[in-house]
C-alpha cells in the first residue's frame, strides 16, 4: 500500500473514531435519530478504516505455493467488504432509524448539544477529507478528474476513503438540517427525514463503491496509457516484428500480470530467441515497473485475425 494511502486510512480512522463516541454521547443526551444514524454511520466508517488496513497487511504477505501470484487482490476484496459495510451498518441502520422515529415521532432533547456536536464533527470530517485529496492529489493526473479518479483507480483505498469521507459531510449536513428544521417547527419527523436521506445517501455510496470494486476483484486490465506504452516497448524493440496480442490484468494495485504472443525476426536460433524474449521482456519493465510478471510467447502472424 502506499504511504499516502495509508496516511489519509489514518486520518479517516482517528476522526471517525472521534465522531462515532460523540455522536452515541450526543445520542443520549439528546435522543436525536438523525445523530443517532450519524453515530452509525461513523462506526461503519471506523470500522471500514481497519478493514483497509487489514486489507493493506494481508496483500503484502508473500507468495505461496497456493497463490503464486501472491496476495495483492485482499486489498480487493477487503475494499469490497467496506462497500458492503456501508450499504448495510450505515445505510440500512440510518434508514431504519428514521422511519421507526417517523412513525413514533418525539422531541430531540438538549438542542444545543446536538449541533455543538455535528459542527465538531464537520471540522473533524472537513480534516479528514482534506488529508485524503491531498494525497489522492500526488498520484490523480491534474487532467483527471475526481469521477474518474474514482472509476479507474487500481488503488481501491483512496477512492474508498474519499467517498466516505464526501458522504460523511453531506450526511452531517442532512442530520444539521434535520434537528434544526424540527426545532423550528417543533416537528420532530423533520429529525427522521435527515436520518432516512442519510440512510439514502450511504446506500447509494455503498452501491457504488460495490460496483467498482467488483470488478477490481474479478480482474481489472492495465490502464490505457500503462497498455499503450507496453505496446510500444514491444514493438519498438528491434528484434520484434509483429505484437500478434497482448493482454493485461491486475493482480494487485501494484502488481500487473502481462502476457504477449509476439512474432521475433526469423533469423534467431533458439539461445538467441530466448536473449531476444528477456530483452523484450526488461523493456516492458523499464517502462511499466508494476509488470511484476510477464509471459511472452514467440509466435507467427498467421493471419489478421490469429491469436
Same mark, same amino acid.
Given at each position: 500500500?502506499?504511504?499516502?494511502?495509508?496516511?489519509?486510512? @489514518?486520518?479517516?480512522?482517528?476522526?471517525?473514531?472521534?465522531?462515532?463516541?460523540?455522536?452515541?454521547?450526543?445520542?443520549?443526551?439528546?435522543?436525536?435519530?438523525?445523530?443517532?444514524?450519524?453515530?452509525?454511520?461513523?462506526?461503519?466508517?471506523?470500522?471500514?478504516?481497519?478493514?483497509?488496513?487489514?486489507?493493506?497487511?494481508?496483500?503484502?504477505?508473500?507468495?505461496?505455493?497456493?497463490?503464486?501470484?501472491?496476495?495483492?487482490?485482499?486489498?480487493?476484496?477487503?475494499?469490497?467488504?467496506?462497500?458492503?459495510?456501508? /450499504?448495510?451498518?450505515?445505510?440500512? /441502520?440510518?434508514?431504519?432509524?428514521?422511519?421507526?422515529?417517523?412513525?413514533?415521532?418525539?422531541?430531540?432533547?438538549?438542542?444545543?448539544?446536538?449541533?455543538?456536536?455535528?459542527?465538531?464533527?464537520?471540522?473533524?470530517?472537513?480534516?479528514? +477529507?482534506?488529508?485524503?485529496?491531498?494525497?489522492?492529489?500526488? @498520484?490523480?493526473?491534474?487532467?483527471?478528474?475526481?469521477?474518474?479518479?474514482?472509476?479507474?483507480?487500481?488503488?481501491?483505498?483512496?477512492?474508498?476513503?474519499?467517498?466516505?469521507?464526501?458522504?460523511?459531510?453531506?450526511?452531517?449536513?442532512?442530520?444539521?438540517?434535520?434537528?434544526? +428544521?424540527?426545532?423550528?417547527?417543533?416537528?420532530?419527523?423533520?429529525?427522521?427525514?435527515?436520518?432516512?436521506?442519510?440512510?439514502? +445517501?450511504?446506500?447509494?455510496?455503498?452501491?457504488?463503491?460495490?460496483?467498482?470494486?467488483?470488478?477490481?476483484?474479478?480482474?481489472?486490465?492495465?490502464?490505457?496509457?500503462?497498455?499503450?506504452?507496453?505496446?510500444?516497448?514491444?514493438?519498438?524493440?528491434?528484434? @520484434?516484428?509483429?505484437?500478434?496480442?497482448?493482454?493485461?490484468?491486475?493482480?494487485?494495485?501494484?502488481?500487473?500480470? @502481462?502476457?504477449?504472443?509476439?512474432?521475433?525476426?526469423?533469423?534467431?536460433?533458439?539461445?538467441?530467441?530466448?536473449?531476444?524474449?528477456?530483452?523484450?521482456?526488461?523493456?516492458?519493465?523499464?517502462?511499466?515497473?508494476?509488470?511484476?510478471?510477464?509471459?511472452?510467447?514467440?509466435?507467427?502472424?498467421?493471419?489478421?485475425?490469429?491469436?
Amino acid at each position: 500500500m502506499q504511504e499516502g494511502s495509508k496516511k489519509a486510512i @489514518v486520518a479517516a480512522f482517528i476522526a471517525n473514531l472521534g465522531i462515532a463516541i460523540a455522536k452515541l454521547v450526543g445520542f443520549f443526551f439528546t435522543r436525536s435519530a438523525g445523530l443517532l444514524a450519524e453515530a452509525g454511520h461513523s462506526m461503519a466508517d471506523t470500522s471500514n478504516q481497519a478493514l483497509l488496513l487489514l486489507g493493506g497487511r494481508r496483500a503484502a504477505r508473500a507468495a505461496d505455493e497456493d497463490h503464486p501470484f501472491g496476495f495483492g487482490r485482499e486489498r480487493y476484496f477487503w475494499a469490497f467488504v467496506v462497500a458492503l459495510v456501508l /450499504f448495510s451498518m450505515g445505510g440500512l /441502520f440510518a434508514l431504519y432509524e428514521g422511519i421507526q422515529k417517523l412513525i413514533d415521532p418525539h422531541e430531540t432533547e438538549n438542542l444545543p448539544i446536538a449541533i455543538g456536536i455535528l459542527v465538531m464533527a464537520i471540522g473533524l470530517e472537513t480534516f479528514s +477529507l482534506r488529508t485524503a485529496v491531498r494525497e489522492a492529489n500526488h @498520484v490523480k493526473p491534474k487532467e483527471m478528474g475526481w469521477w474518474e479518479f474514482v472509476r479507474t483507480s487500481k488503488s481501491p483505498e483512496l477512492p474508498v476513503v474519499l467517498l466516505e469521507d464526501i458522504g460523511a459531510e453531506i450526511g452531517l449536513f442532512l442530520a444539521l438540517a434535520g434537528v434544526g +428544521l424540527a426545532a423550528i417547527t417543533h416537528d420532530p419527523r423533520w429529525d427522521a427525514i435527515g436520518s432516512i436521506a442519510i440512510g439514502i +445517501l450511504l446506500i447509494v455510496i455503498g452501491i457504488v463503491l460495490a460496483i467498482e470494486t467488483k470488478g477490481l476483484l474479478v480482474g481489472e486490465r492495465a490502464g490505457t496509457a500503462a497498455e499503450e506504452a507496453i505496446r510500444a516497448a514491444i514493438t519498438d524493440h528491434p528484434t @520484434v516484428r509483429n505484437l500478434i496480442h497482448l493482454r493485461t490484468q491486475h493482480i494487485g494495485p501494484d502488481v500487473l500480470l @502481462v502476457g504477449a504472443k509476439i512474432e521475433f525476426v526469423n533469423e534467431f536460433d533458439t539461445a538467441r530467441l530466448a536473449e531476444a524474449v528477456d530483452a523484450v521482456e526488461k523493456s516492458i519493465r523499464a517502462v511499466e515497473p508494476s509488470a511484476r510478471w510477464v509471459y511472452l510467447e514467440p509466435d507467427l502472424l498467421r493471419s489478421a485475425g490469429g491469436t
